[in-house]
C-alpha cells in the first residue's frame, strides 16, 4: 500500500529542524510498471509515488454531489501532481443530456469550488482536455453497449489501452442494475492486451448484513473480488494511515499496545454539522449506519489489529477482518440496552447560532426515531485485548468537529507522589485526525517551585509545524490507488460483512424497540453538546470519563 515515504518517515522530526523535501517532480517518480505482480510483494509499502498506467476513469452519477465535491478536485489535484499520464481520460456518465463542453464547463465551476489548491488556467486546460462526457441511462442496456464503443474509440484516440476504472457515485439502489449492464456489455472483462478493469463502489455498501451480502454475491457475479474496490474515504486521510505508521515504524510505541499498559481506548468522530440537506438518506441510515458500520470500526480496527506480515492488500485486511472478528456481539437485547445508547439532536445553539432539532429537518418524519448520536462499548477478545473496553461515539450537531483516537494508559502500580498534589492524569495518548491534526502524548511533570507538586503536561506534534507540504484529500490517495492496483485502503467483502455482523443486531433490536412509538431508549439532547447524559453514564459506570475534546 502506498504508505507514506521512508523521507516522510524521516520527517517526523521536533518542528523547526529537519523540513520535508520538496515534492518530486515527475521525471524522477518511479515509471509506470507494465505488470505489478513481478514487484516483490514485500517490498510493498516501501515504494515512493508511482504513476499508475493510462486509464479512463468512467463516473456513474457524473453530475451528482459527490463527483462535484470530491472526486473531480481530486482528479484534478492528481493531474496537477504530475499522478495521471497524459493519456488518461475521465468519462462522465449520466441521465442528463450534456455535451463534453457543457460537462467541462460544470466541472470546472465545481472544481473551482471545492479543490484544495486553487485552479490555474493552463493547468485545468490540459486536464479539461481528458474530460468527456457520455450520457445513458442506469438501467438501460443499450446506453452501456454505446458506453462501451466510446471506451473503444477513447482506447484506440489516446492510447489508455482498455483500462478501466468504473465508479459508482450513484445511490446504492442503482448499483445492481449498474453492474450488470456493465457485465452484459463485456466490460467487466480484464485482458486484452493485458489491460485492467475495476470498480469503486461507494458506501453504504448494504443495509444490514443480510444486504450486504447479497450485494457482495452480485457483484462478484460480474466482478472478480480482485476488481472491487469497496470506498470508505475515512481510509484515505493522511492522519489514518499514519496510524499505521506509527504503530509499525517506531519500536516504542508496539510494546505497551496491549492490555498490560492500556486501560481503555476512546473513539470520537463528533461533527457540528447536522444533516446537511440529506433527509432522506439519513431517516434510513441513522448514526449508526452511516458512521460506526464503516468509519469508526475501521479506525478501531487499524488500532487493535496485529501487525501484518506486510503491507500488501490482503495481509493488511486480514488482519483488520480478525480483530472485526474479535469484537464481543453487541446482543442479546439487554447487553444493547446496557452497552449501547442512541440519541437524536434537539434544538440548539452551535457556534451562536440557533439551529433545528432534528425532527424539523427537511424530509425528516416530525416523530422520527432515526439516532443522530451513538455512543458504545465493546471489546476485542483476543490475548492482546481482552478486558480493555474500546469506547466509541459519534454524533451530528455535537458542540465541534473533532475526529480523535485515544489510548488512556493505566496508572503506575503505585501513586509514590500521592499526598505531594492532586492525583495526576494516568498517560493519554492522542491521535487527532481532524482537525489540528497531529498526536498528543500527556505525562505528570514535576511543577517547577519548591515543593512536589505535580501535573499533567502535554507533548504535541502537530503536521502543520512539521511538514511544509498539504496533505492529499482522502479521494485523491484513493483514487490513485485504485488506479495502481493497490486495494489495501480498501474494504474487503468479508471486512464490509464482518463490520455488518456488529451493527445488525443493534439495528434490528431499535426497530423492534421503535414499533410502539418512541422507545425509551432514544435519548434527546441539546444541539451543541456532547450528546445525552445516558452517553456519560455509559463510561462513568466505569469510573471513567470521556475525553473533553
Ligand atoms: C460521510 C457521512 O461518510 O462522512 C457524512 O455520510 C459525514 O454524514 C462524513 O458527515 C464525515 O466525513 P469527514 O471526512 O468530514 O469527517
Redesign the pocket.
Known amino acids: 500500500m502506498s504508505l507514506p515515504t521512508r523521507n516522510r518517515v524521516r520527517g517526523l522530526t521536533a518542528p523547526g529542524t529537519t523540513r520535508e523535501a520538496p515534492p518530486r517532480r515527475l521525471s524522477r517518480l518511479k515509471p509506470p510498471t507494465a505488470d505489478r505482480n513481478l514487484e516483490n510483494p514485500l517490498r510493498e509499502g516501501l515504494i515512493l509515488e508511482k504513476v499508475p498506467e493510462p486509464s479512463s476513469t468512467v463516473i456513474f452519477g457524473a453530475t451528482g454531489d459527490l463527483a462535484h465535491r470530491k472526486i473531480l478536485p481530486a482528479l484534478y489535484n492528481l493531474h496537477r501532481a504530475g499522478l495521471l499520464p497524459p493519456e488518461s481520460k475521465v468519462l462522465g456518465f449520466a441521465r442528463r443530456d450534456y455535451t463534453d463542453e457543457h460537462y467541462r464547463e460544470e466541472m470546472l465551476a465545481a472544481v473551482q469550488e471545492h479543490s484544495r489548491s486553487p485552479v490555474e488556467p493552463a493547468i485545468w486546460e490540459e486536464f479539461a482536455r481528458r474530460i468527456h462526457y457520455q450520457q445513458g441511462e442506469f438501467g438501460d442496456f443499450k446506453s452501456f453497449r454505446a458506453l462501451a464503443e466510446r471506451l473503444e474509440a477513447l482506447d484506440a484516440e489516446s492510447g489508455t489501452r482498455g483500462n478501466r476504472l468504473f465508479y459508482l457515485a450513484t445511490p446504492p439502489s442503482t448499483y445492481i442494475q449498474i453492474i450488470n449492464n456493465l457485465g452484459g456489455a463485456g466490460l467487466a472483462q480484464e485482458g486484452r492486451g493485458h489491460s485492467w478493469g475495476r470498480i469503486v463502489i461507494e ?1 453504504p455498501f448494504g443495509f444490514d448484513l443480510e444486504s450486504a451480502r447479497r450485494l457482495n454475491h452480485d457483484v462478484r457475479e460480474v466482478f472478480d473480488e480482485r476488481q472491487v474496490y469497496r470506498i470508505d ?1 475515512y481510509l484515505g486521510k493522511e492522519t489514518v494511515r499514519n496510524l499505521l505508521v506509527f504503530r509499525f515504524a517506531n519500536g516504542i510505541f508496539e510494546p505497551v499496545w496491549n492490555r498490560r499498559y492500556v486501560d481503555h481506548v476512546q473513539i470520537t468522530v463528533g ?1 457540528d ?1 447536522g444533516i446537511e440537506g440529506r433527509g432522506d438518506f439519513y431517516e434510513e441510515a441513522g448514526a449508526i449506519r ?2 460506526i458500520q464503516n ?1 469508526m470500526l475501521q479506525l478501531l480496527s487499524l488500532v487493535a489489529m496485529e501487525p501484518p506480515i506486510n503491507f500488501d492488500a490482503e495481509a493488511l485486511r486480514d488482519e483488520k477482518v480478525r480483530v472485526l472478528k474479535a469484537l464481543d456481539p453487541l446482543w442479546p437485547e439487554e447487553r444493547i440496552r446496557e452497552d449501547v445508547v442512541r440519541g437524536q439532536y434537539a434544538p440548539g445553539w452551535i457556534g451562536g447560532v440557533a439551529v433545528h432539532g432534528y425532527r424539523e429537518e427537511g424530509e425528516v418524519d416530525p416523530q422520527s426515531t432515526t439516532n443522530t448520536f451513538v455512543a458504545l462499548k465493546v471489546e476485542v477478545q483476543n490475548w492482546r485485548w481482552a478486558d480493555v473496553p474500546f469506547y466509541l461515539r459519534t454524533g451530528k450537531r455535537l458542540p465541534k468537529r473533532a ?1 480523535e483516537i485515544a489510548i488512556q494508559f493505566k496508572r503506575p502500580p503505585l501513586m509514590l507522589f500521592r499526598d505531594a498534589s492532586a492525583d495526576p492524569e494516568p498517560n493519554l495518548l492522542a491521535l487527532r485526525i ?1 482537525p489540528d491534526e497531529g498526536i498528543l502524548l500527556r505525562f505528570a511533570a514535576k511543577v517547577p517551585e519548591l515543593g512536589l507538586d505535580v501535573r499533567s503536561v502535554n507533548m504535541d506534534f502537530t503536521y502543520g509545524t512539521s511538514f511544509t507540504t498539504d496533505a492529499p484529500e482522502a479521494y485523491e490517495t484513493l483514487l490513485l490507488d485504485a488506479m495502481l492496483g493497490d486495494a489495501s485502503l480498501f474494504t474487503r467483502a468479508d471486512e464490509v460483512e464482518a463490520a455488518w455482523g456488529i451493527v445488525t443486531p443493534i439495528t434490528y433490536a431499535w426497530s423492534e424497540w421503535d414499533r410502539d412509538g418512541t422507545p425509551e431508549d432514544l435519548h434527546p439532547y441539546e444541539a451543541g453538546t456532547w450528546g445525552p447524559d445516558a452517553a456519560d453514564r455509559l463510561v462513568e459506570r466505569d469510573g471513567r470519563r470521556w475525553r473533553r475534546l
Open positions: 458506501k474515504h461533527e454539522l452511516d458512521i468509519h475526529t481532524q
